[in-house]
């Protein structure tokens, strides 16, 4: 089976989207599928480049902004699409946008069937220009969404029930499937029996992912302010993006004015880096409006560390939890406080639900997903030809 992966900047660091079509591609590729990617240029010059390669689209005015996200889209070449589709049994579509629109297209005349995966909500970009709690504009961009690509597509991969029912609410006409992005896990973590050690003097506290405004960070520091432990907390912020001065700066005025009572950590970390603080970590916060899934926290889960995770309409990263005290109101400072307080407090269960949740990402692991994959494309195949 041939399958052509369609991702605007697939190479690009720093973005999830890519990162998670990376990861798909490669362990596509370990289960035997015959897998090439249509992108833009890799713009490292010394690192891979697509098998179909697109210039680099820039965009007047807003370039900066697109680029500030962490994104940048490739400019359709129909030549290069049609010879990518082409040698395609199926396209595996990953975002909404033009370049997906034109490959479908293409795909249609030549008669090879389209799927994708839905990685974005609307929110995820208009909270970047402040409208991402208005109902209409985000309303209206879904439904571009589902014009520009997922009406384009015989399946469509949901990697949360919470994204399912939002698609079937908003008549999506594909074939829905619930299929994990999946997580890499450890290598024999199944098999290893240490029992993580949590940093206690001051308790670790760590917040991993994208410094922007829907991941909403802000609200954690606020929920320092008001612990009983706030003096006792030392907060480690991993991760970076278009938000990340403001963070910093409100973090800064927070501990100046003694609202807090160590200074919080920031940082980019290395995957190996990001497993040392987990291994140290007394609790996960997760406090996103807007989630596709979240499976930084996984990373988080697989070392045993205890999350707090925000619950809401647009956040499907509260799948996760395995009991109430692991969940709290979007947005609610004062309920975030009183969790981490409680958990603070009951260091016992603490450690009993540590070693529950290390064994609840199992079913995340990527082989399943991959699994899942393969099968949604053999469907596609088999029912596009009867058609």
């Known amino acids: 089976m041939k399958v052509l992966i369609v991702c605007n900047s697939f190479f690009l660091r720093g973005n999830g989207l890519a990162a998670s079509a990376r990861t798909t591609a490669h362990y596509l590729r370990e289960a035997g599928v015959d897998v090439k990617i249509l992108s833009m240029n890799n713009l490292d010059p010394d690192g891979p480049q697509p098998d179909f390669c697109l210039k680099k689209l820039y965009i007047p005015v807003f370039q900066k902004i697109v680029e500030s996200e962490g994104y940048c ?67 209206l961009l879904l439904r571009f969404f589902r014009r520009c690509m997922f009406d384009w597509c015989t399946d469509i991969q949901c990697p949360t029930e919470n994204v399912m029912e939002r698609l079937r609410s908003n008549n999506f006409k594909a074939r829905l499937h619930l299929i994990p992005n999946g997580a890499v896990l450890e290598e024999g973590l199944r098999e290893r029996q240490e029992t993580q050690q949590p940093q206690t003097d001051p308790y670790l506290i760590v917040c991993i992912g994208r410094l922007s405004r829907e991941k909403d960070q802000m609200t954690l520091l606020r929920a320092i302010k008001h612990s009983k432990y706030r003096d006792e907390i030392q907060l480690f912020i991993a991760g970076q993006g278009p938000h990340e001065l403001a963070i910093k700066a409100k973090a800064l005025l927070m501990y100046k004015r003694g609202k807090i009572g160590l200074m919080p950590k920031f940082g980019f970390l290395s995957k190996e880096e990001l497993l040392q603080l987990n291994k140290k970590a007394y609790l ?21 560390v205890v999350p707090i995770i925000a619950q809401g309409r647009l956040t499907a990263t509260s799948q996760f939890a395995l009991c109430p ?63």
């Open 325 to 387: 005290k692991s969940l709290f109101p979007a947005r609610n400072a004062r309920a975030l406080a009183r969790r981490i307080d409680w958990w603070i407090e009951h260091p016992d269960y603490r450690a009993e639900m540590s070693a529950k949740y290390a064994e609840s990402i199992f079913k995340y692991d990527i082989h399943n997903s991959i699994a899942k994959l393969i099968k949604m494309y053999q469907t596609a195949i088999r029912k596009y030809k009867r058609n």
């Open 73 to 139: 889209f490739a400019l359709s070449d129909d030549k290069v699409i049609r010879e990518a589709v082409q040698w395609a049994d199926v396209i595996h579509l990953e975002e909404p946008f033009i370049l997906e629109k034109n490959v479908a297209k293409v795909a249609k005349e030549l008669g090879v069937p389209c799927v994708g995966t839905y990685h974005l909500h609307p929110e995820n970009i208009f909270y970047t220009v402040g409208l991402g709690m208005m109902r209409l504009p985000n309303q």
């Open 284 to 304: 996960y916060v997760h406090c996103a409006v807007v989630e596709v899934e979240g499976l930084s926290c996984i990373e988080s889960l697989q070392e045993g």
